[in-house]
């Protein structure tokens, strides 16, 4: 057993620890919410900042997401509807898939998400037959690649069962090569068969930051409280 004077050593102690880092993790959730709101700003004026051109691939091994993620950007090419992938997806409009086709570009392969089907549309319509190998310009948000799946759900290629949309391993499950590290979610379009639907992509950052700051904050105070009783005489202290 520790002594009293050791007990209560060990308290001060304890007290003393906890104080330093519970008010130490408040500092750095602060510190997160300004960088969480300074995010937020550089992407709500992407979006709403006209089409550019995609980066080059001389820069795609430089990629930032916080340069690019999220810009509004214009491509052109010849979808490659034989190599299309459909990725699990839930949406406003329920249970489906994205459809998520190869666009092969002057400068490379770009994966383009055109957007939402259900769950029987590939049965009805994923057919590569008739499709015309046209030249199309597809409009977009780009997107950084999702790797492994989601949580308890990662991604099975040799089964075709696809739970994000992860660049590198759609290209190497395609037999793509030259493909840009991002991928593009395309704007709606107004299909007449209705699918795929684009445009569902949502833009949306959980900033809770402010509330784990003032917990952590809170229970810096106990632990400051506890300290301070700690060290009052044991009169004092009744």
Request: hydrophobic share 45%.
């Amino acid at each position: 057993m520790i002594p009293g004077g050791g007990k209560r050593a060990f308290l001060l102690g304890l007290c003393l620890l906890a104080s330093v880092l519970f008010s130490g993790l408040g500092v750095w959730q602060l510190e997160r919410r300004a960088w969480k709101l300074d995010l937020i700003e550089r992407v709500e004026a992407r979006i709403h900042a006209p089409p550019v051109a995609p980066p080059e691939p001389g820069t795609w091994a430089s990629l930032s997401p916080a340069d690019v993620e999220y810009r509004w950007v214009r491509v052109t090419g010849t979808l490659l509807h034989d190599r299309a992938t459909l990725v699990d997806a839930l949406t406003e409009l329920g249970p489906g898939a994205w459809l998520v086709t190869p666009l092969r570009t002057a400068q490379g392969i770009v994966l383009i998400n055109r957007g939402f089907v259900p769950h029987d549309w590939k049965a009805q319509s994923n057919s590569a037959a008739g499709q015309e190998a046209a030249e199309v310009t597809i409009t977009g948000l780009l997107r950084l690649s999702e790797p492994d799946g989601r949580i308890l759900r990662p991604n099975r290629p040799a089964e075709e069962r696809w739970f994000s949309r992860d660049v590198p391993a759609i290209a190497r499950a395609r037999g793509l090569t030259n493909v840009a590290p991002f991928f593009v979610d395309a704007e709606a379009t107004g299909s007449a068969m209705g699918y795929p639907r684009g445009g569902l992509t949502v833009v949306q950052f959980r900033n809770t930051h402010l509330i784990y700051a003032l917990t952590w904050f809170g229970l810096a105070a106990l632990s400051i409280t506890g300290l301070v009783l700690l060290l009052l005489p044991a009169q004092k202290r009744r």
